[in-house]
């Protein structure tokens, strides 16, 4: 019977059947044993033909592409930005040209991605950091990234110094721990580092969770309209659930029990139908260096304030949609300052010109050439270039209509052509000498006072009692230079600190999560707690 040729035609056949639920390899290949290698016997020795394990396992070996520098701890969430087609009481067209502004009622689609900033891809979501707040917005035009923070504004203003900063801020390259000295050193050696502390230090610095904390594009940008006339903005994303934040002993209370509660609270709200919104404003000033200011409006670690410059709704963003991968779409989405559409422009702000050139080169070394064909990234229009090649690209940016074998621009043979410019460029005037020196109107610490004093009881209380939990374990030469700082800012705040210092304890390490009082007794701890155990 089993040499009967219709029997073995049948018997393959019914071994061959697969539906939509069948396991296969990469290839294609149906997997008919996922629980076991080839052997020679079932004890082993194994041997190495198993194509599918060394498939699976080398893939495996792959499943990280490079964390993100910054920014690696990460959550996501897909919705839409629907438009006012007013920037409050004015008709938007008056100031900008982009096309997803103009209409009341129109909507684009959006994926945000929310972040920690220093801490690795799976660090506590409980930690004392800046957050970031990035929309992916899928215009008509094309993508446009409006990348910024939870925190409106930055630690410093020249890009140049981004390295620096992110290396006093990451753990020790000797130790690998995070350590408060060396924080502390490079911000009190960095004095426009000052605003930025006041508020990381404050209970603004570990927000409760993505949904209930602002957003801002912190840099300046510029709106274009169809004359070619420009003016400087800000963005503000401020959230309808309200905005709620941590004191650093609640935020141990949560860590202790859940490390991911972030990430858990805006699935778990989405998945309700409960979908958080945000409504954009804007802030808009002449573009020019508006010399009555004490600061420079290009300075991102000043605010502009809204008394002078009212913040004036343009629009309102829902997430009604979780990611069905995390990686395909968190971990791979990525974004840049520089991708903008028509009617949005860059300023001069010296940091945005270094984050538009380091944002778009990070992603092509963590993802690669090709990240912009990736679904997550890929625009939702059609795309036509020159460029091919690389790795992991799988199709050619053509237009049907283009000469397969024309892959440059001009040619006469049918390949791409230039688009019709919409409206008419913007042409500032630029003039002076090429230098390398800081902005005339630092004025480092005034906006810091002036947050000390619009904070709350609590919040200068629960700031004065975490900065002194960081400083009292720092060199005293550090100490003194940020008690200086504050005191500059306001005299409260710079006596309070004094006090503060002048009466804790100076034992201890820095060694430790930034504002956590007794985190460098946990080695001691755990072994103080522990509970000895035979070995078996």
């Not at 210092?501 to 930034?514: A, F, H, T, V």
Request: aromatic share 10%; with cysteine.
């Amino acid at each position: 019977m089993t040499n009967d040729p219709s029997y073995r035609d049948r018997e393959n056949q019914k071994a061959n059947t697969e539906d939509n639920n069948t396991l296969t390899n990469r290839q294609g290949h149906p997997v008919t044993n996922n629980q076991n290698i080839r052997t020679v016997g079932n004890r082993g020795p194994a041997t190495l033909e198993n194509y599918d394990f060394v498939e699976k396992i080398s893939h495996f070996d792959r499943e990280r592409i490079p964390e993100r520098v910054v920014h690696a701890r990460g959550a996501g969430a897909h919705g839409y930005f629907e438009a006012y087609g007013t920037v409050g009481d004015e008709p938007v067209s008056k100031y900008t040209r982009a096309k997803l502004f103009q209409e009341k009622g129109k909507q684009t689609p959006v994926f945000v991605r929310f972040s920690s900033v220093i801490h690795g891809g799976h660090s506590p979501e409980t930690l004392r950091d800046p957050r970031g707040f990035a929309v992916k917005f899928y215009t008509e035009d094309g993508n446009w990234d409006l990348v910024g923070n939870n925190l409106k504004i930055f630690f410093i203003r020249d890009a140049i110094k981004f390295p620096d900063m992110i290396h006093a801020f990451k753990p020790d390259p000797v130790t690998n721990i995070q350590d408060a000295e060396r924080f502390f050193d490079f911000c009190a050696s960095s004095p426009e580092t000052f605003h930025m502390v006041t508020f990381v230090y404050s209970p603004w610095g570990i927000p409760a969770n993505y949904r209930m904390m602002q957003g801002s594009g912190v840099n300046t940008y510029k709106w274009v309209n169809h004359a070619g006339e420009a003016v400087l903005v800000k963005y503000h994303w401020e959230p309808k659930q309200g905005i709620k934040n941590l004191t650093q002993k609640e935020a141990s209370e949560i860590q202790g029990t859940n490390f991911n509660h972030a990430t858990q609270d805006l699935h778990q709200a989405i998945e309700r139908s409960e979908y958080p919104e945000w409504e954009l404003l804007v802030q808009i000033i002449s573009d020019d260096e508006h010399p009555e200011l004490d600061f420079d409006p290009l300075d991102d670690t000043k605010l502009w304030p809204e008394d002078q410059f009212p913040w004036r709704p343009v629009g309102k963003m829902i997430l009604n949609r979780n990611p069905v991968n995390y990686f395909t779409e968190v971990e791979q989405v990525a974004f840049g300052t520089g991708v903008l559409v028509d009617g949005l422009d860059f300023s001069d702000d010296k940091m945005l010109q270094g984050r538009t050139f380091s944002y778009s080169d990070t992603q092509r070394h963590r993802v690669g050439a090709n990240y912009l064909q990736l679904p997550i990234n890929a625009p939702k229009k059609r795309v036509a270039t020159n460029q091919s090649g690389g790795q992991m690209e799988y199709y050619v940016d053509r237009s049907p209509s283009h000469n397969p074998h024309i892959n440059y621009e001009p040619s006469l043979l049918g390949g791409l052509v230039e688009a019709q410019q919409s409206g008419k460029e913007y042409t500032p005037l630029i003039e002076g000498r090429l230098v390398r020196e800081s902005i005339d109107r630092s004025n480092n610490t005034q906006q810091a006072g002036d947050t000390y004093r619009r904070f709350q009881d609590w919040e200068r209380d629960e700031l004065i009692l975490n900065l002194v939990n960081d400083l009292s374990r720092c060199d005293v030469r550090i100490r003194d230079a940020m008690v200086a700082l504050a005191a500059e800012a306001d005299e409260e705040y710079g006596r309070r600190l004094r006090e503060g210092l002048q009466n804790s304890s100076k034992g201890g390490s820095s060694q430790k999560p930034l504002g956590n009082k007794n985190g460098d007794q946990a080695p001691d701890q755990a072994v103080n707690i522990s509970h000895k155990a035979k070995p078996y």
